[in-house]
């Protein structure tokens, strides 16, 4: 059976790395004046090629062609020590698997191991995935050997996750952090791999998978999705957008517009029977998807105007959890004319602080009047026990006169009221 299209074609040269320029060519050129830090940590988000770009530094390190003979450091790609390395099998290179790999034990082996020298030129290259998966005890044990690592070891570590990393081991490491590539560059990569398996892909339809694909599966996300139309082009089939759109599970062009256009013209009837027709065309996640970049690129092109209706738009949307009725209910309320929360929120926190300052205002004269009352009616104690307001005089005539404002004050406070004459 065939290996999928992200692995039969992953870089494995810097020249062939999708985006990443600004780590690509400081670590070519550091490559080429011997002076890669030997402690190399990659961060950023799923699919988008840390441990391949691991791998292609650990080529271009150990590529036997010299160096003047090759390109701002990057490897050659054809020598016998490139060609292993994108087989898996050079002897000098070791991947592992934090994740799986990282406790005490699996750590003291790997301290093992790194002590004995390279195998068939002058340096060994560990490459551990998914780094922030060393546990506490492992990683004690790791950033021992991190900060005198042997002389003859090169250490890449890759992570989505570095937080999860104690600060010690980042602080030891040169740290790249990989950025999600612009779209044109998605696509151009798309074409690339469609030519050199022979297939004719238009460039519209590279650009579609990338605008569908979720941004959170990077670079593997669209390699994906041109899987989804493989057999397609590999069979010769001529591409038209309905079904692209089909094959790649995303509601076509027509059905998003209908519902996008009523939710921009506030028609919340005519949304809830676009959402209708778009789910006959795909799922209900992708659905979310197109409605999330919507209400995305809508921030992003907002003006002063309307930035609150469109801040509120894409909380709405970024909000649809899974489950039944969800996503029509968050349809509705970016169809219905009152979507501008943000100034009803501001006149819901004005008229809570007008409320407080009303509170404030009755609670001061009430204290006041508590006070007058006290005087009047001769009362020199006044306190709550058990339910009970108990209120002590020491003229009782003065106090009969204000017997009734007592009794009301204690209702108010769900109390019952006793009265004692004492003594003054």
């Not at 780590?23 to 004046?33: D, H, L, Y």
Request: charge should be negative.
């Amino acid at each position: 059976m065939k290996q999928s299209l992200a692995v039969t074609h992953r870089p494995n040269r810097f020249a062939d790395v999708v985006g990443q320029r600004h780590v690509t060519v400081p670590m070519g050129k550091a490559i080429s004046s011997d002076r890669l830090a030997p402690q190399v940590l990659l961060t950023g988000g799923s699919g988008l090629g840390k441990t391949t770009l691991a791998r292609a530094a650990t080529a271009a390190l150990l590529c036997e062609t010299p160096l003047e003979k090759r390109t701002d450091g990057d490897s050659c790609g054809t020598c016998e020590s490139c060609v292993d390395i994108a087989a898996g099998n050079h002897i000098d290179v070791v991947e592992m698997d934090a994740a799986s790999n990282g406790g005490i034990d699996a750590i003291r082996e790997l301290i093992k191991k790194a002590s004995l020298g390279a195998m068939k030129g002058d340096k060994k290259v560990y490459i551990i995935d998914e780094a922030h998966g060393i546990t506490g005890a492992g990683s004690q044990a790791f950033l021992k050997l991190l900060e005198e690592p042997p002389a003859h070891t090169v250490w890449f570590l890759a992570t989505t996750d570095p937080e999860k990393m104690i600060d010690t081991i980042r602080g030891r490491c040169v740290t790249f952090e990989l950025l999600p590539p612009p779209a044109a560059d998605l696509a151009e990569n798309l074409v690339k791999i469609a030519t050199e398996e022979s297939w004719e892909l238009p460039e519209w339809a590279a650009q579609r998978i990338v605008e569908t694909s979720d941004p959170k599966l990077g670079i593997r996300g669209t390699v994906m999705g041109l899987e989804r139309i493989a057999g397609l082009l590999s069979a010769g089939e001529t591409l038209d957008e309905a079904m692209v759109d089909m094959l790649l599970g995303v509601p076509g062009r027509t059905a998003i517009t209908e519902l996008l256009t009523a939710c921009e013209s506030f028609d919340a009837l005519q949304a809830r029977d676009a959402l209708q027709t778009a789910r006959t065309q795909c799922s209900d996640t992708a659905i979310k998807d197109g409605l999330i970049a919507w209400a995305n690129s809508g921030l992003s092109n907002a003006t002063a105007e309307n930035i609150a209706l469109a801040a509120y738009r894409l909380e709405v949307t970024l909000d649809i959890k899974p489950g039944a009725g969800r996503l029509d209910v968050a349809v509705a309320k970016l169809a219905t004319p009152t979507t501008n929360r943000t100034e009803d929120s501001v006149a819901v926190l004005t008229a809570a602080v007008d409320q407080l300052e009303a509170r404030i205002a009755n609670a001061t004269s009430t204290a006041s009047s508590t006070k007058e009352l006290e005087e009047a009616s001769s009362v020199v104690k006044v306190a709550e026990v058990n339910g009970v307001l108990w209120v002590g005089y020491t003229d009782e005539q003065a106090y009969e006169t204000n017997a009734d404002q007592w009794q009301t004050i204690a209702a108010e406070r769900g109390l019952e009221l006793k009265t004692k004459k004492v003594d003054e």
